[in-house]
């Protein structure tokens, strides 16, 4: 009973929507690599140091929207470096990947610890703070859950339309998922398969890279160790269930928001004092592990996904 | 740019790169290190004698090298075979359990009975846990890259349940921690007073055995067969997925020694801090190795020694120790960098 109530409070999706938001950010990123081609495991690691970078930017003086260029502008070196390895190159994209995670996270460790040798506890920044959209926050339940978020939000609901629009309607959308569909006929019509990918991996990463700042500079308003934990593969977990779509990834986003949002409102009911708090914890990995199993054999992986495009080679 | 074959790489076309690399990345830690307000010859010269430098420190590396040997050659049989096994984490904790369920006076025998049964018991719980994944791949198609990276977090919760339910240690004045392995369960030292127990020898053992098996055996034939081309394994009659799910069974074995030999050799019981991601630090041995299984004993000192040098290091030179993992990941990155323009020629066009 108590959980069929905790469904209908307003708190309970604003807190899955804010959940949402920074998964929603990183799997777009992700979507958008794989679309073209490229599958990126940089994306942990990218998320780590976008944290870092923004939230350190503002706790040196920078406006918050600075600090969310600085993120996105550390993205997408990162994507820079990944791409350079794995598309001309064409090194494995599984090793590169992880390679790119362990150096993104551990630079920004170093740095983090350079940057605030002493601190005991993380230092704190004003964060984003929720702005609350005239007429539609009134609306009951949906209002004070989709419309009295903070920016960082809504810009990412607004991204979701932007991809869905840009990479089905645009020339420049078409070319990305030919390069990850048939960069073959890509390279026939004279564009550069390498360009578009390189590309394509950058912007995504820059949009990981964003999703980490989520987390310091509107989630939360501190950078600590640890602090992604896993949501960047949760997002590579994203893209398969959303079936490589902007829209149903979002959807994904979303349920999976919700249930860990009702998972951690469920540990405090006496129901979910019973049983250890681990098996909560555990729910949000085990339930991505099961979206994959049902959703892989309707997948429809972009045909030269991982595939590296050497020109001049049939 | 296009990549062009090279037919017969000349010596220097096959050594200058990695030379390349390792110069790179000792540049890279200098200028860090540097940052850091450090002069980076007595960082590097720190690192290199906190490794290397007297009996203590080599000691010290080569028991920090032994799991990282384990979890490098369970990576390194996984991925020969295309199997991208990222969950040696978990397969580690594993085998750490097993040892621990086992070794805590639930079989009351003597060591030369008890251990084995230990040593099989832990072997076969990461090849079970990794033995979910595999069948996932080979049953449904899900990419095992993402279930074997989550199976650790949740692998790792599971272990955490436990620490704090029916295996806390009663004695443990709180600490979420299990009983001590009684003495039959310990891996005695390999030389009366020095602090080097036979997991060290297993791990080399096993090396030797992984050797084996890829250079002398059907099954490494296959393994690397489906590794090289699925389809061409597939058209020569080769059982594609009884292979991938053999060599999860293998690799999840290897991992879970490790566990096994980090409780049963080193800690003595198990904690949520019994491994500071060896698993994830495997792939970069395996990797740097080539993922060949004697090279992988190799990788795993050198990844020991800049562990362990970088440890002593930053005690002295107060800089921060993610210096050992930035430079392994530069290291990684720029290897696979070096062994692909070995055999290719960069052609502009």
């Not at chain 2, 704090?164 to 709180?174: A, F, H, N, S, W």
Request: with cysteine.
């Amino acid at each position: 009973m108590e959980i069929i109530e905790i469904l209908f409070t307003a708190s309970f999706w604003a807190a899955a929507i804010r959940i949402a938001s920074p998964l929603i950010f990183a799997t777009l990123g992700e979507l958008i690599c794989e679309r073209a081609g490229v599958l990126n495991l940089g994306i942990e690691g990218i998320m780590v140091a976008g944290a870092f970078a923004g939230w350190m930017a503002v706790y040196s003086g920078t406006g918050l929207w600075v600090g969310v260029c600085v993120a996105m502008i550390v993205g997408m070196g990162f994507g820079l470096l990944h791409s350079i390895l794995t598309v001309p190159f064409g090194l494995s994209q599984h090793v590169v990947g992880l390679g790119v995670t362990l150096l993104a996270t551990s630079s920004t460790y170093y740095a983090y610890r350079l940057a605030l040798p002493e601190v005991t506890s993380p230092p704190k920044i004003q964060a984003f703070q929720p702005y609350e959209i005239p007429i539609l926050s009134d609306i009951p339940l949906l209002g004070p859950a989709l419309f009295s978020q903070t920016p960082l939000t809504y810009l990412a609901f607004i991204l979701v339309a932007v991809v869905a629009v840009v990479l089905y309607r645009t020339p420049l959308g078409l070319a990305v998922r030919a390069a990850g569909e048939n960069p073959a006929a890509v390279a026939a019509q004279g564009l550069s398969v390498t360009a578009i990918r390189m590309g394509a991996v950058m912007f995504g990463s820059g949009l990981m890279a964003v999703g980490g700042a989520f987390l310091t500079m509107s989630a939360f308003d501190s950078f600590f160790f640890e602090m992604v934990n896993g949501r960047g593969w949760i997002c590579i977990a994203l893209v398969v269930f959303g079936s490589w779509r902007p829209g149903k990834a979002l959807l994904g986003a979303v349920l999976f928001a919700a249930f860990d949002a009702l998972q951690i409102r469920v540990q405090q009911t006496s129901l979910g004092t019973q049983i250890p708090y681990q098996i909560f914890l555990m729910m949000p990995y085990i339930l991505s592990i099961l979206a994959l199993v049902v959703m892989s054999r309707r997948a429809e992986v972009p045909a030269a996904l991982m595939v590296p495009f050497n020109k001049g080679e049939r | 740019m296009r990549l062009e074959p090279i037919k017969n790489p000349s010596l220097g076309r096959k050594l200058v790169p990695p030379a390349l690399a390792l110069t790179t990345t000792i540049v890279i830690a200098s200028l860090l290190a540097m940052l850091a307000g450090a002069n980076p010859f007595s960082v590097l010269g720190l690192i290199l004698k906190g490794a290397f430098g007297s009996q203590f420190a080599l000691l010290e590396t080569l028991n920090r090298a032994t799991p990282l040997i384990f979890t490098g050659l369970a990576v390194a049989v996984a991925f020969r075979a295309k199997f991208w096994n990222i969950g040696a984490e978990a397969q580690l904790y594993a085998g750490a359990l097993m040892t621990v369920l086992l070794g805590t006076g639930f079989l009351p025998w003597p060591s030369a009975a008890l251990l084995p049964v230990i040593i099989l018991a832990s072997i076969l719980a990461g090849a079970f846990l990794l033995l979910i994944p595999a069948l996932l791949k080979t049953r449904f198609g899900v990419d095992e890259v993402v279930t074997t990276l989550l199976f650790n977090f949740i692998f790792l919760l599971f272990i955490s349940m436990l620490l704090e339910g029916p295996l806390k240690d009663p004695m443990g004045m709180g600490w979420p921690k299990s009983a001590r392995l009684i003495p039959e369960a310990r891996l005695p030292r390999i030389f009366e007073g020095l602090r080097l127990h036979w997991g060290f020898a297993l791990a080399l053992i096993s090396a030797v055995g992984v050797w084996v098996i890829q250079t002398r055996s059907t099954l490494g034939y296959e393994m690397r067969a489906v590794g090289l081309n699925k389809q061409a394994a597939a058209f020569a009659g080769i059982p594609i997925n009884l292979v991938l799910v053999k060599t999860a069974l293998l690799s999840g074995g290897l991992a879970a020694l490790a566990g096994f030999s980090e409780v049963a050799g080193l800690k003595g019981s198990l904690t949520l801090d019994l491994s500071p991601g060896f698993g994830y630090t495997g792939i970069i041995v395996a990797m740097l190795a080539l993922l060949n299984p004697l090279g992988v004993v190799v990788a795993a000192l050198f990844v020991a020694g800049i562990f362990v040098g970088a440890d002593s290091m930053s005690r002295a030179a107060d800089v921060p120790t993610y210096l050992a993992d930035i430079m392994l990941a530069v290291a990684l990155l720029l290897m696979v960098l070096a062994i692909m323009l070995a055999r290719f020629r960069v052609v502009r066009d």
